[in-house]
């Protein structure tokens, strides 16, 4: 990709403050924007049948967010992405984005590598739940994501964990026990 083409891209994303508490997307809204989380942490969650809230990802800096089926047109979003802390994220809409794929055939590249980066990563998480047992899910969320456990609520990391937060402050008890 040249320079040129390089600047053409970052120019047509727009760089949005969202503050904590803030939702960048709402349930029921459309999303019909891709987003790359500059400065800060998002929280993307779900509600079941019963209203209970479901924590789906955490997104921070260099982090890509997008509700792929609201963003593909299929249907409104069925979850909402809420800022943690202060946050900047860079977004380009789809209209911008289609046209960006078609001007810059490399940039369309980047961008089916980056859905294959999301799709493996959806897949991964969905095995993460299914395979793993509590204590499990909870080491290889630390292991992976070892700044999160500072910067995330535990009640949003048991949540993510389908966890209650009473089972994630006895893991975490037990845990210690172990070590000290």
């Given at each position: 990709?040249t320079?040129?083409?390089?600047?053409?891209?970052?120019?047509?994303?727009?760089?949005?403050?969202?503050?904590?508490?803030?939702?960048?997307?709402?349930?029921?809204?459309?999303?019909?924007?891709?987003?790359?989380?500059y400065?800060?942490?998002?929280?993307?969650?779900?509600?079941?049948?019963?209203?209970?809230?479901?924590?789906?990802?955490?997104?921070?800096?260099?982090?890509?967010?997008?509700?792929?089926?609201?963003?593909?047109?299929?249907?409104v979003?069925?979850?909402?992405?809420?800022?943690?802390?202060?946050?900047?994220i860079?977004?380009?809409?789809?209209?911008?984005?289609?046209?960006?794929?078609?001007?810059?055939?490399?940039?369309?590249?980047?961008?089916?590598?980056?859905?294959?980066?999301?799709?493996?990563?959806?897949?991964?998480?969905?095995?993460?739940r299914?395979?793993?047992?509590?204590?499990?899910?909870?080491?290889?969320?630390?292991?992976?994501?070892?700044?999160?456990?500072?910067?995330?609520?535990?009640k949003?990391?048991?949540?993510?964990?389908?966890?209650?937060?009473?089972?994630?402050?006895?893991?975490?008890?037990?845990?210690?026990?172990?070590?000290?």
């Amino acid at each position: 990709m040249t320079d040129e083409a390089a600047v053409n891209i970052a120019a047509s994303f727009n760089c949005r403050k969202v503050y904590k508490g803030e939702f960048l997307l709402k349930e029921g809204q459309y999303g019909d924007w891709w987003g790359f989380v500059y400065q800060g942490l998002f929280r993307s969650y779900s509600y079941d049948t019963e209203d209970t809230e479901y924590t789906n990802g955490f997104f921070r800096e260099g982090s890509f967010t997008c509700e792929l089926v609201s963003f593909s047109g299929a249907a409104v979003s069925q979850t909402n992405v809420v800022a943690l802390e202060d946050s900047v994220i860079l977004c380009v809409n789809r209209a911008t984005l289609d046209s960006l794929f078609r001007d810059y055939p490399n940039f369309e590249r980047f961008g089916r590598l980056l859905y294959e980066k999301v799709l493996v990563s959806y897949k991964q998480r969905n095995l993460f739940r299914v395979r793993l047992n509590a204590r499990e899910r909870y080491l290889h969320f630390i292991k992976n994501e070892p700044e999160l456990i500072k910067r995330v609520p535990l009640k949003y990391i048991a949540s993510y964990l389908s966890v209650t937060d009473t089972s994630l402050s006895r893991i975490r008890r037990n845990m210690r026990q172990l070590v000290g």
